[in-house]
């Protein structure tokens, strides 16, 4: 789950992460009272999105009275913001913060991720501040400094203090830096975050190290200890499917290709997602159906696959182990039955009952086609997405 900046600034500012003063607005008129509320006149006012980039696309934009706040208001309320990472339709910027202007002398860059072959997390700083991290840690990866860092033992202070030492910082900076390093760590863990990026962290004239930029990802795993992080979520910044798929508990993800996957366990659906890359396909989608294909999740996993105008054909690919492939098979049928499908769908069951779930698809009045394997549901999946069959 993520949330915008002005939420993450605001979750900073609990645990002692120096930000500057800001507010958020939904209106012009409310950005402009915002504005009046800090403290001197240079003002910034960003668009609010869940995407990078923002200031490239011009969504960061300087203010020196209320006039401007204003006008940056009219024009970026509304707009669609386009940048890198929100692809060519860009997004709709529904909020803006407006916040004080900060006398920058250098930009830096921290992040907090967790790093799965090392099974720790790996907090990462460089001098490189303002810059896509990507291009980075392709171009110069010998700027981005990393510490590792046991989940048992946390942040030490030692490491933070290397940290600070790798930015080249010195005095006063340094002492700054290592209680937002501190900080940021309490905001990792107590929060059950999957990642923290400030882009830029920036130094101040008067040596004080300050967040300028706050990216939080939360574990969705870890969310039912957080009622309040729960609270936060934005469903408009999110793909309307997959909001749409959590209302049912199940686990979507829309991708680019033409075959519909649904599927029950996560490791199933990657697998089914390979094979049909394999055979000269491209999946549509993740979805992991859980343990529960029944018909009223297999239903609505047909609706989500089918609100996505790219499908051409689904592969149904179940393995009957928790739940019974004959409860699954009058499950599909059931589903079927009372929703309108026009593409090709081929399904694969395996596992306890499987005879008796082939018998039950075969006497059905529905049209779809029943695989001998994985292999051949994937052949005829990916043969129907390109016209090959009906």
């Not at 707009?79 to 060519?88: C, E, I």
């Not at 501040?129 to 291009?135: C, D, N, P, R, Y």
């Not at 055979?279 to 297999?298: C, H, I, Q, R």
């Amino acid at each position: 789950m993520k949330v915008h900046e002005y939420q993450g600034k605001e979750i900073f500012r609990q645990f002692g992460v120096v930000v500057p003063e800001g507010y958020p607005a939904f209106s012009i008129d409310e950005a402009v009272a915002n504005y009046r509320k800090l403290p001197g006149d240079l003002a910034v006012v960003k668009a609010q999105i869940h995407a990078g980039g923002r200031g490239k696309g011009g969504g960061v934009k300087l203010a020196h009275n209320e006039k401007e706040v204003r006008d940056l208001a009219r024009n970026m309320l509304g707009m669609q913001l386009v940048t890198h990472q929100t692809g060519p339709a860009g997004k709709q910027v529904q909020r803006l913060l407006v916040e004080a202007g900060v006398r920058i002398a250098r930009e830096l860059y921290a992040g907090i991720v967790l790093d799965r072959s090392t099974g720790e997390f790996v907090f990462m700083v460089s001098t490189e501040g303002g810059i896509e991290i990507e291009k980075v840690s392709q171009k110069t990866p010998d700027k981005i400094i990393k510490e590792w860092i046991n989940p048992g033992l946390g942040l030490r202070g030692y490491q933070a203090r290397k940290l600070a030492f790798a930015l080249g910082l010195e005095g006063a900076q340094v002492k700054s830096a290592i209680k937002i390093f501190q900080s940021l760590w309490q905001v990792f863990y107590n929060k059950d975050c999957s990642l923290i990026e400030i882009n830029p962290l920036v130094v101040t004239e008067d040596d004080q190290v300050i967040a300028l930029d706050a990216k939080i990802n939360f574990d969705d795993n870890g969310l039912f200890r957080h009622s309040e992080i729960k609270e936060l979520r934005d469903i408009t910044e999110e793909d309307p499917a997959e909001a749409e798929a959590t209302k049912f508990s199940l686990n979507y993800i829309k991708l680019d290709g033409n075959v519909g996957c649904m599927v029950n366990g996560a490791g199933l659906a990657m697998a089914t997602m390979d094979i049909i890359k394999l055979n000269g396909g491209e999946p549509a989608n993740f979805l992991d159906v859980g343990g529960v294909a029944n018909s009223k999740t297999v239903a609505n996993g047909f609706r989500l696959i089918l609100s996505d105008p790219n499908v051409k054909s689904v592969l149904i690919n179940i393995f009957g182990g928790i739940v019974r492939c004959d409860r699954v098979a009058a499950g599909i049928i059931e589903a079927l039955s009372e929703i309108d499908v026009k593409i090709p769908v081929i399904i694969r069951l395996e596992g306890t009952n499987a005879q008796e779930a082939a018998r039950l698809l075969k006497e059905s009045s529905l049209q779809f086609k029943v695989a001998k394997s994985l292999q051949d549901g994937a052949e005829q999946a990916v043969k129907a997405a390109a016209g090959g069959a009906k």
